[in-house]
């Protein structure tokens, strides 16, 4: 534990890619098969589910270091991290236990799932004290479900690389579905990672898929298109979906499903599971999954919104699945009965591709059709119907692209070429503090738009979203100084003051809710920029956002 502690640090402190990469070497280096199989399973992104409800670490935390209730909250919004602020607070250990990482997690926090709350407290203090304060913070960030350091996991990827002597993107393969929920990481699952390489292990895949290849942001203007990209011929164009990016998996008669994040999330669309039947054994398909319900007066592809009400439900009734069938919307093979196909061109995969969804006319499965312009100006003006569809833009696709790992461009490019978000001026109503650097700031804000136009009587302000990223760090530290100086109230964490700022927020989507005030939610909102020229009276009201929905 004590190790994977100073790793942490050594991370947390650095702002330089060389410099944890360094780190991670070091640590991978000398630690135990183990220990290093839970470090890749965090480093790369591991998410296992909280160990111990807040509440009663916060009860006990507050006991243990004899702080009255309010002074440990005004603690913890001073430092703006659970973990931090209860490391902190209780009295310093002498000792510092040498139990390795995997020796703490399955021995001692692992069984703290599921515990009740007085267990529990009898079981934490002896624990805590055997700990150094590093220690003891990062173990709280592991009970919390917390941890987060500042590594990606392709520079995780590329550490082991560098250690193992192997191709990166053999590793990167050899990661995927490590940090699935329902992985358990072993020595003998780290040791897999780092093997040699070996003739036959492509074909010891099960229902293994392969690393996701991302596409870039595109933001230039149209009229630069030729100089950029050259003429539209070489591209692969199609819609930008969206609903969820996935990956089909039919091997040795059985099925699996994907997600980008690396889910397995094969038992949430028992509608695709028709696909077993359909799929010859060795294909992997890429695509979207989106709800499906052909209309004769608009697209089938339903928004985003209609799929959201079956993210998170534990259960899918009859009703919900009749009113939200899916379907796959495929656009690219990597796999062809057994044979790897991410290295042949775009087009050739794309060609095969067509002729896997004609041979299953009955399953759950679309081609994602492709777009045609002689300019790129056609294009743009085929772009704009985006909303119309419910799509998010284009994908541009190079013909002679091969399939990539993550966001890179050495085998090759996608674009994705989005339409501009939607955009409204909102009043900032309610802040509170953010978290990490941010923990002295007010930086999470809500906003809200007038309920009626200007002159109405009884005119008021009504909350519709919630935003923390956009502004520059001293626009942050400006409208920090504004917040303290107009609070009006606080409730907890969070502070109501004198609308005075305007900001435009931009947003991906919008739908009706009712579960909010407005009636109104929308999607990855945004702040765009401070509207230092506009007054309060000047926002946007709710017709403004009603008249987006249409």
Known sequence: MKAFAELYLRLDGTTSSNAKLDALRDYFSSAAPEDAAWAVYFLAGGR???????????????????LPDWLFEESYQAVGDLAETISLVLPPSAHASDASLAEWLECHLLPLRGLPPEHIQQRLPPLWAQLDRPSLMLCLKLITGSFRVGVSKLLVTRALAQL???????????????????????????????????????????????????????????????????????????????????????????????SRGEELVTERFPELHGLAASLPDGTVLDGEIVVWKPEADGPAVQPFAVLQQRIGRKTLGKKLLAEAPVVLLAYDLLEWHGEDWRNRPQHTRRQQLQQVVEDAPLAPLQLSPLLAGQTWQALASLREQSRSLGVEGLMLKQREALYGVGRTKDMGVWWKWKIDPFSVDAVLVYAQRGHGRRASLYSDYTFAVWNAPPGTPERALVPFAKAYSGLSDEEMRKVDAIIRKTTVETFGPVRSVTPTLVFELGFEGIALSKRHKSGIAVRFPRMLRWRLDKPVEEADDLAALQALLA
Do not use: C, N
């Open 48 to 66: 296992p589910r909280q160990l111990v409800p807040t509440r009663v670490l916060r009860e006990l935390a507050t006991t243990l270091a004899g």
């Open 164 to 258: 193992a002597g192997l191709d990166a993107k053999r590793v990167a393969q050899r990661l995927v579905g490590y940090t699935d929920i329902g992985h358990r990481p072993t020595a003998a699952s780290y040791q897999m990672l780092v093997a040699e390489e070996s003739a036959d292990e492509h074909r010891q895949r099960g229902g293994q898929p392969y690393p996701f290849f991302l596409a870039h942001a595109l933001q230039a203007p149209t009229e630069q298109f030729d100089d950029l990209l050259g003429p539209p011929g070489a591209w692969q164009v199609e819609w930008k979906w969206d609903g969820i990016r996935a990956q089909v998996v039919k091997r040795e008669g059985q099925l699996w499903i994907w």
